[in-house]
């Protein structure tokens, strides 16, 4: 695995890349990896020639008063798990490569980031669409991973890629779970065991709903119930939002159909998570 920190020398690699007609996937990620992530990997190594994962915090992406000072870095730890799953090329900029003295210009999203995460966080999607912008630049992909887990930023992704004509395709790849039904999240580290058994209550509510569906519920409030009836039994789960949305313009839905997605934001202790499932007759 190479590693490289600076925009010439990636730019070097990708012209070498695609001067041998190698298909490069990428695979962005803000580190403190984890089988999540490692699935991504997995995806794209399938699917690509050349694997280009890049590692970098993106303070764009945080609030005033969220975790970027906190969040979890490991990049020893994240070097070795990268090597092992089959990266080519591991980039690992530091903000001064990313946003150099006087950057200004932000990719600014549409309507459909103004519910859930976009009210929730103000200002989080513009730094996460410029990012992945500037990255789909440098590293010219045929193809880019995501995970499920996150699936507003991947629709949102998916809007850029079409109205900025990007020439390449936004993959999405299903959530990975804990044994326990948890989904996998960097900011997991921060659950204290108690917290844990607390944020089981989000998967669960989500399978509830899911189960619902599968039994012939299709209105969006009964599954709505249905969500906060099973998280009244997790106390230590505050609850932002619980959304019945169309998968695409993530509008919310008064009838849920085949694919309809459910969307689910929550504080459990001082650490936000966020789920989903997709609904599906067939569970």
Same mark, same amino acid.
């Given at each position: 695995?190479?590693?490289?920190?600076?925009?010439?020398?990636?730019?070097?690699w990708?012209?070498?890349?695609?001067?041998?007609?190698?298909r490069?996937?990428?695979?962005?990620?803000?580190? #403190?990896l984890?089988?999540?992530?490692?699935?991504?990997?997995?995806?794209?190594?399938?699917?690509?020639?050349a694997?280009?994962?890049?590692?970098?915090?993106?303070?764009?992406q945080?609030?005033?008063?969220?975790?970027?000072?906190?969040?979890?870095?490991?990049?020893?730890?994240?070097?070795?798990?990268?090597?092992?799953?089959?990266?080519?090329?591991?980039?690992?900029?530091?903000?001064?490569?990313?946003?150099?003295?006087?950057?200004?210009?932000?990719?600014?999203?549409?309507?459909?980031?103004?519910?859930?995460?976009?009210?929730?966080?103000?200002?989080?999607?513009?730094?996460?669409?410029?990012?992945?912008?500037?990255?789909?630049?440098?590293?010219?992909?045929?193809?880019?991973?995501?995970?499920?887990?996150?699936?507003?930023? #991947?629709?949102?992704?998916?809007?850029?890629?079409?109205?900025?004509?990007?020439?390449?395709?936004?993959?999405?790849?299903?959530?990975?779970?804990?044994p326990?039904?948890?989904?996998?999240?960097?900011?997991?580290?921060?659950?204290?065991?108690?917290?844990?058994?607390?944020?089981?209550?989000?998967?669960?509510?989500?399978?509830?709903?899911?189960?619902?569906?599968?039994?012939?519920?299709?209105g969006?409030?009964?599954?709505?119930?249905?969500m906060?009836?099973?998280?009244?039994?997790?106390?230590?789960?505050?609850?932002?939002?619980?959304?019945?949305?169309?998968?695409?313009?993530?509008?919310?839905?008064?009838?849920?159909?085949?694919?309809?997605?459910v969307?689910?934001?929550?504080?459990?202790?001082?650490?936000?998570l966020?789920?989903?499932?997709?609904?599906?007759?067939?569970?």
């Amino acid at each position: 695995m190479i590693e490289l920190t600076t925009v010439p020398e990636l730019k070097a690699w990708v012209g070498a890349a695609r001067a041998g007609r190698r298909r490069i996937g990428l695979v962005p990620t803000m580190g #403190a990896l984890h089988d999540g992530h490692l699935s991504l990997v997995d995806a794209a190594r399938a699917g690509s020639d050349a694997v280009v994962m890049s590692i970098f915090v993106n303070p764009a992406q945080f609030g005033p008063n969220e975790d970027l000072g906190r969040y979890p870095r490991d990049l020893p730890r994240d070097r070795a798990l990268a090597a092992a799953r089959g990266v080519d090329l591991l980039f690992v900029p530091t903000v001064e490569v990313m946003y150099p003295a006087g950057a200004e210009v932000r990719v600014m999203p549409g309507t459909a980031a103004r519910r859930w995460e976009g009210e929730f966080r103000p200002g989080h999607f513009a730094g996460v669409l410029t990012i992945v912008a500037k990255l789909f630049h440098l590293v010219e992909p045929e193809r880019a991973w995501f995970g499920q887990k996150d699936f507003q930023q #991947a629709a949102l992704l998916r809007q850029m890629v079409r109205d900025l004509d990007f020439p390449l395709s936004i993959e999405v790849v299903p959530t990975v779970r804990e044994p326990d039904g948890l989904a996998l999240s960097s900011r997991n580290a921060f659950l204290s065991p108690a917290d844990h058994q607390q944020a089981l209550g989000l998967s669960r509510a989500l399978g509830a709903a899911a189960a619902a569906f599968a039994s012939g519920e299709r209105g969006a409030m009964a599954l709505e119930r249905v969500m906060r009836g099973g998280l009244a039994v997790h106390p230590g789960v505050e609850v932002e939002y619980i959304a019945v949305a169309d998968p695409r313009t993530l509008e919310p839905v008064s009838r849920a159909d085949e694919g309809t997605v459910v969307l689910v934001a929550a504080r459990v202790g001082s650490t936000r998570l966020i789920d989903n499932v997709i609904l599906s007759e067939g569970l």
